[in-house]
């Protein structure tokens, strides 16, 4: 599972600020994800993680994208916008989200 950002998947930021002038103003390292006009709103994302928690009924692997990522641990935490969006994306090991907790394991 990954945020969708719409047309913007695959650019750089470069690139989304040379094809759609102005869209990034007022965003910053952690929330321009959701500035695209035809992407995922930070909200819908959110309602996605939670519909996915509901769902799941037994022990589960899950891979996501480090943005989702930390979107899902948010969730599951309770943590505001800009606590989740500013949770590390380690490169080398997962999170386990088991009886309301996260642990990180390192690889």
């Known amino acids: 599972m990954e945020v969708t950002v719409g047309s ?3 650019m750089t930021k470069f690139e989304i600020d040379a094809e759609y002038p102005g869209a990034l103003q007022g ?3 952690f929330n321009w994800y959701f500035k695209s006009p035809d992407g995922e709103s930070f909200e819908d994302a959110c309602d996605r993680a939670k519909a ?3 769902m799941v ?3 589960t692997v899950a891979i996501s994208h480090g943005l989702f ?3 899902m641990r ?4 309770g943590l505001s916008k800009r606590e989740m969006l500013e949770l ?3 490169q080398d090991g997962l999170y386990r989200l ?3 907790e996260i642990s990180y394991i390192d690889g």
Do not use: C, K, L, M
């Open 98 to 100: 088991h009886e309301g």
């Open 88 to 90: 590390p994306v380690p």
């Open 57 to 59: 009924q037994r022990p």
């Open 8 to 10: 913007w998947d695959g």
């Open 52 to 54: 996915w928690f509901t």
């Open 27 to 29: 965003s910053d390292i």
């Open 69 to 71: 990522g930390r979107i």
């Open 74 to 77: 948010g969730v599951y935490a």
